[in-house]
């Protein structure tokens, strides 16, 4: 950086307590310059920015392949100075250059950041002088998805499997669960009820469980990368050999659960509800539900009750 420019940076003023934005909501800041000197500006300039990328390697023998990808989603660009109008000389000392945005009201994908990729929304200032490296000021803001139950027949659409499974070596007989849940799209903090009506034919106790999980799949030249992560387990009552049971479990999603990512066609965050009979030296029988989490409802303060974006682990 010049010893004339002191300092470049680029801010935004939140609209909520938990610093979230949505599309269509309205983004404004500051970029702050401070110059040691006067200083000849050509041309400075903001831009509102959202993209999604991927990227991972794999190696086949001796070749290492390189999977990437890139979905954009807006770039808009605001000057505050312009190039070519007038002299554009700055005075010494600390400048503060308001700007305003609407981010764009469309069904963007909320932000996220995984092991192999991310969503992000960014606010990029620029300045740029004759002869030198333009300098760059970058800030992340977090923008998340909104939804309703009502916004897609199939979130109410009750969910409903049947199991059976014959037992061998150790364990004989058969244990069978016929499982019911109320519906397919649930609120952050929200209760599933899973009601899982369980036969135990079998010579061992059994115990049904639980596991509701995450799962991030990436998409760059026609592979899939997937990741997965538990988000809690649950373990019930065990069942008598020669017994039938009906169990029902209320599996709360824990509030800052992240909310599903279905919009975004390189990243996807898809959640599963798994319900399973622990049977020792067999194989659990198990059924799998999707499970679409949506974001909580909003309190008076819009926005206040929102957990943070999905991550994983670092990406670069």
């Known amino acids: 950086m010049s010893d004339r420019v002191?300092?470049?940076?680029?801010?935004?003023?939140?609209?909520?307590?938990?610093?979230?934005f949505?599309?269509?909501?309205?983004?404004?800041?500051?970029?702050?310059?401070?110059?040691?000197?006067?200083?000849?500006?050509?041309?400075?300039?903001?831009?509102?920015?959202?993209?999604?990328?991927?990227?991972?390697?794999?190696?086949?023998?001796?070749?290492?392949?390189?999977?990437?990808?890139?979905?954009?989603?807006?770039?808009?660009?605001?000057?505050?100075?312009?190039?070519?109008?007038?002299?554009?000389?700055?005075?010494?000392?600390?400048?503060?250059?308001?700007?305003?945005?609407?981010?764009?009201?469309?069904?963007?994908?909320?932000s996220f950041k995984g092991s192999y990729g991310k969503i992000q929304y960014t606010l990029e200032a620029n300045l740029s002088r004759s002869m030198r490296v333009d300098t760059k000021a970058k800030v992340k803001f977090t923008l998340l998805c909104k939804g309703n139950l009502n916004?897609?027949?199939?979130?109410?659409?009750?969910?409903?499997?049947?199991?059976?499974?014959?037992?061998?070596?150790?364990?004989?007989?058969?244990?069978?669960?016929?499982?019911?849940?109320?519906?397919?799209?649930?609120?952050?903090?929200?209760?599933i009820k899973v009601v899982t009506s369980i036969q135990n034919r079998s010579s061992r106790d059994i115990k049904p469980k639980y596991c509701l999980y995450l799962k991030c799949s990436y998409f760059a030249k026609r592979k899939r990368k997937v990741e997965t992560k538990d988000i809690l387990k649950e373990v019930g009552d065990a069942i008598p050999p020669s017994a039938g049971q009906t169990v029902t479990r209320i599996i709360t999603i824990p509030p800052t659960t992240c909310a599903s990512?279905?919009?975004?066609?390189?990243?996807?965050?898809?959640?599963?509800?798994?319900?399973?009979?622990?049977?020792?030296?067999?194989?659990?029988?198990?059924?799998?539900?999707?499970?679409?989490i949506l974001p909580a409802l909003q309190g008076p303060d819009d926005g206040e009750h929102l957990p943070a974006y999905p991550t994983f682990s670092h990406f670069a």
């Not at 390189?266 to 499970?291: G, Q, W």
């Open 6 to 20: 002191k300092s470049f940076s680029v801010g935004y003023n939140p609209i909520n307590h938990s610093d979230i």
């Open 22 to 110: 949505t599309s269509g909501d309205c983004i404004t800041g500051h970029i702050t310059l401070e110059l040691s000197k006067d200083c000849k500006i050509d041309s400075l300039s903001v831009k509102l920015k959202g993209k999604a990328q991927v990227k991972w390697t794999e190696t086949h023998g001796r070749t290492i392949v390189m999977y990437s990808n890139k979905e954009k989603y807006f770039s808009i660009k605001q000057v505050i100075i312009q190039e070519g109008q007038g002299n554009n000389v700055v005075g010494q000392g600390s400048h503060v250059y308001p700007y305003n945005f609407q981010i764009p009201a469309e069904d963007l994908p909320s």
């Open 151 to 191: 916004s897609d027949p199939l979130l109410m659409t009750p969910q409903h499997s049947i199991t059976n499974k014959k037992m061998k070596l150790f364990t004989s007989g058969t244990v069978g669960m016929d499982v019911n849940i109320a519906r397919t799209g649930y609120y952050q903090g929200e209760g």
């Open 261 to 292: 990512i279905l919009n975004c066609n390189i990243i996807k965050a898809e959640y599963r509800l798994r319900v399973y009979l622990d049977v020792k030296y067999a194989s659990d029988p198990e059924i799998k539900f999707p499970i679409v």
